[in-house]
């Protein structure tokens, strides 16, 4: 395969995705300058995992200035929900009604309301994400909370490569979709979007296939917390 850049990687991706679903971005890992690169050649979207590597990424002179809408795809850890509503615009993991609360509460003393999506766990091997049976409960108690809107619903597809398997879990993230409600649903990254958007995805978050394969984790575990 030739080697392609990243704003071509980008244009080839946006060419191929349908023109209403929306692209974020995922830099986790990868520097400033490659999500330079990125917003010249049209993404407006970003995704990262790791508050304090966004908050270091994101302080680049050009990124801080540019009209970029950032989204939290990582794991809430509660005692960083200030930080997490501080940093994005919306934050795609709430997967526990403790992680609303603590993001209800950063994003007031902010004066800011904070979009949310509630991440649903369609898939055994995936760690973190609501069961699907306690969605719609949670559902109503994000909603109960002011300054949070609740936008819809993400999940992480499986890693299984077998496409029946991939397609029960975007259906039941579809279905669950469908009975929250909202406008977003965030299913599909580099390997599974194609399946995605056949279930309905409205976002995908695409790494890889935008940015190429993921340097390994800095070293320094202060820059990437
Ligand atoms: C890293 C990550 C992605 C992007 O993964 P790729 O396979 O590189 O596209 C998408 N979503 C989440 C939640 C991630 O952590």
Not at 114 to 132: D, W
């Amino acid at each position: 395969m030739p080697l392609q850049s990243i704003a071509e990687r980008y244009a080839d991706l946006r060419s191929r995705v349908p023109a209403h679903v929306c692209i974020v971005a995922v830099s986790k890992f990868h520097p400033a300058a490659s999500v330079r690169e990125a917003l010249e050649a049209g993404a407006s979207d970003f995704g990262e995992n790791y508050v304090q590597e966004a908050r270091a990424k994101f302080a680049d002179p050009v990124l801080a200035d540019a009209p970029i809408r950032k989204h939290f795809i990582g794991h809430i850890q509660t005692n960083k929900a200030k930080a997490i509503a501080q940093t994005f615009d919306l934050v795609q993991s709430v997967d526990r009604l403790e992680a609303g609360e603590a993001l209800a509460k950063a994003a007031k003393q902010l004066g800011k309301r904070l979009s949310v999506l509630l991440q649903i766990n369609v898939s055994p091997a995936e760690r973190f994400g609501c069961p699907p049976a306690q969605a719609e409960r949670l559902a109503e108690a994000l909603r109960a909370l002011d300054s949070l809107n609740l936008e819809g619903v993400m999940a992480i597809g499986p890693i299984a490569r077998e496409r029946g398997e991939i397609a029960r879990s975007f259906t039941l993230a579809a279905d669950m979709f469908g009975r929250i409600g909202g406008t977003t649903l965030s299913i599909g990254m580099t390997g599974d979007w194609p399946q995605a958007v056949e279930a309905g995805s409205t976002m995908i978050r695409a790494g890889t296939a935008i940015f190429g394969p993921r340097p390994a984790r800095p070293a320094s575990k202060n820059a990437v917390m």
